[in-house]
């Protein structure tokens, strides 16, 4: 099987359920922003995570594949799928994750920079594309939107990230990098 179709080369892509959409359209816009926020997380278990950190971020790309091929499907057609789409049992998984992980970090007093070790600073640009992806989603028309759950997964993701960051952070004897004001 090639890897080239030549199918998009007017501009548009394909959807699951057979539309075709632009690929600047906003629903294209939403999957690529998740698919880029899949190949960050990449990049941050690439850089060294322990094998806890690195079972959970690989538990995390295969939801942001779900939620991918969620949004690359014709609106209404998600079902034919044929795979659990994310809900509100992975919110709260995400919820646990994120109660863990700030339970062995010190109380933030400043906002922090994004910096660290390269695994924190991975985890920070992911938090930076998931807030975007989020943003996206949100940005959908009504009638081309996305289901709750998956705004509220990218929102709880995004919180976790930023923990996440700040625990491998402080698991390599690495302090936060606290933002100071202009003088």
Known sequence: MKIYT?????????LFGGARVSKASARVEAYGTVDELN????VARAAGAWHELDELLGSIQSDLFTLGAELATVPGKEASLGIPLLDDRDVARLEVAIDQSEATLPPLKNFVLPAGTPTAAALHLARTVCRRAERALVG???A??????????????S???FSLARQVNQRAGVEDVPWSRRA
């Open 6 to 14: 030549k199918t998009g080369d007017d501009g548009d892509t394909g």
């Open 39 to 42: 190949a960050v997380l990449g």
């Open 140 to 142: 959908l028309p009504q």
């Open 144 to 157: 081309d939107g996305a289901r709750s759950e998956l705004k509220v997964y990218l929102n709880r993701l």
């Open 159 to 161: 919180d976790l990230l």
